[in-house]
């Protein structure tokens, strides 16, 4: 696949700049050769014929990833249940001589999912206040049956600073309700889930755990000087 028309690149590097200028950059822009750039996905799975709607939190690479999120983000959706994050955020300042792109808020998408018996809302939000400053936070919120089950949850894999959150699977048999993150046990209750007596709930560590020490792992930007030199020269950091 081949953006003929725009540079598959444009809205990244767009929201790379407004990123590095809030300090959220290392989480959105990694840069490798032929625009390996990282995107941070959510992925709703709604299968009524299993009776089952899975959530899950993730990042994809590569040129045609971007070229696709950018041209197809419909498609995309409808075909595959993904849904890029980074284009949720509201800019402002692109017109401005010269450019200064910023982020002043952000949109919300609410998904739909009817199973046999249920019906499941599911609403994403990118957080602009930057609960996890080495990632670009989901905030998720779920309803079954008008019932709110997660409310405001960080819904992201390698937040360092906070428990998350990054798989949710409701099953209708039994009405089980899976979720997988990395969190302390002991303080599930902090994690913006209501466990009502409706449902049974299972929780479950993420076998992938965040370095606690304060450097992201998935990130090979280490500071913010490497963040702009790599801007700079469009190349990896050392």
């Known amino acids: 696949m081949n953006c003929s ?8 590097q767009r929201l790379a700049a407004a990123l590095f200028l809030v300090g959220l950059l290392p989480a959105i822009f990694s840069h490798a050769a032929q625009a390996n750039f990282v995107i941070p996905i959510a992925r709703v799975e709604c299968m009524p014929e299993f009776g089952i709607v ?3 939190q993730k990042s994809i690479r590569g040129e045609r990833v971007t070229c696709s999120l950018k041209e197809q983000p419909e498609r995309i959706a409808e075909k ?5 994050i980074s284009s949720y955020f509201i800019f402002e300042g692109e017109d401005e001589d010269p450019p200064n792109p910023r982020i002043v808020g952000s949109r919300t998408k609410t998904i739909e999912c009817q199973l046999a018996e249920h019906h499941v809302s599911i609403t994403l939000k990118p957080d602009t206040s930057r609960p996890c400053p080495s990632a670009v936070t989901i905030r998720l ?3 079954i049956e008008g019932v709110r ?7 992201e894999r390698s937040c360092i600073q906070k428990d998350t959150i990054s798989l949710v699977n409701f099953n209708e048999d039994g009405e089980f309700i899976l979720l997988t ?6 303080r599930k209750d902090e994690l913006g889930v209501h466990f009502v007596e409706d449902f049974t709930f299972n929780l479950t560590l993420d076998e992938f755990r965040p370095d606690r020490s304060g450097q992201d792992p998935l990130s090979p930007l280490k500071t ?3 963040v702009l030199e790599a801007w700079r020269l469009r190349q990896p950091p050392r």
């Open 141 to 143: 919120t779920l309803e």
């Open 224 to 226: 913010f000087e490497d």
């Open 5 to 12: 028309h725009t540079n598959p690149t444009t809205r990244i």
């Open 181 to 186: 993150g990395t969190f302390d046990d002991a």
């Open 80 to 84: 595959y249940g993904i849904y890029d």
């Open 54 to 56: 899975t959530i899950s």
């Open 149 to 155: 089950i997660i409310e405001n949850l960080i819904f």
